[in-house]
């Protein structure tokens, strides 16, 4: 009796607890990021996969940085294999960016090094054609994140689409970065056009 008059009294407090936990930050926990805080990073996804997932979570104590996370998922079978992969352009910190895969490749990766003296970081996009594949139907999406400063997701809307690339800004008194990424489909056909 005595033991149970116990456990109800520290019941509460548990729970307490346990909604404290809860309303944490979920960022370190829940997620499986691919750099530490004011470090760089380099993200490729398994030969034959494309990036299909972003995820950021910004700080402005750790350097005004943020942590990031990838899903990748594997191409459809009519694309065939990646007929050749390549690091496409880079960007520079506290610069607007905008880059779409050359030769009409898809981002397969992303890597990026931080330079504390602007607050930001160089980007730079894993990039792989499959055969003479060609983008159609291509969209850029509303910014990620929506605010500067906020949590930011992007997944692509169904299978058969593919990031191409991204157009980026960076505001230099907040010191974050808005993007906005380039997504289409692509033919099943080969064709003769580049960045179309």
């Not at 090094?113 to 894993?126: A, I, K, M, N």
């Not at 990031?163 to 970065?177: E, K, N, P, W, Y």
């Amino acid at each position: 009796m005595m033991k149970s008059a116990l456990a109800l009294r520290a019941l509460p407090v548990l729970l307490l607890l346990a909604g404290a936990a809860r309303a944490q930050p979920n960022y370190i926990y829940e997620e499986e990021w691919v750099n530490t805080w004011r470090q760089g990073f380099n993200f490729q996804c398994p030969h034959g996969e494309a990036l299909v997932a972003i995820r950021s979570y910004f700080s402005e104590k750790e350097g005004s940085d943020r942590l990031w996370s990838f899903e990748c998922q594997p191409t459809p079978p009519s694309l065939g294999e990646p007929t050749e992969c390549w690091w496409d352009d880079i960007n520079r910190a506290g610069m607007e960016w905008s880059s779409s895969c050359t030769n009409n490749g898809l981002v397969a990766g992303i890597q990026s090094q931080y330079f504390p003296s602007v607050l930001d970081r160089e980007w730079q996009f894993y990039c792989c054609r499959y055969s003479r594949r060609c983008p159609y139907s291509c969209w850029k999406t509303t910014d990620v994140p929506e605010y500067y400063r906020e949590e930011g997701e992007m997944v692509i809307p169904s299978y058969g689409y593919f990031i191409r690339g991204a157009q980026t800004t960076f505001s230099g008194v907040l010191r974050d970065r808005q993007w906005k990424y380039i997504i289409c489909r692509m033919t099943d056909f080969d064709c003769e056009f580049q960045n179309f």
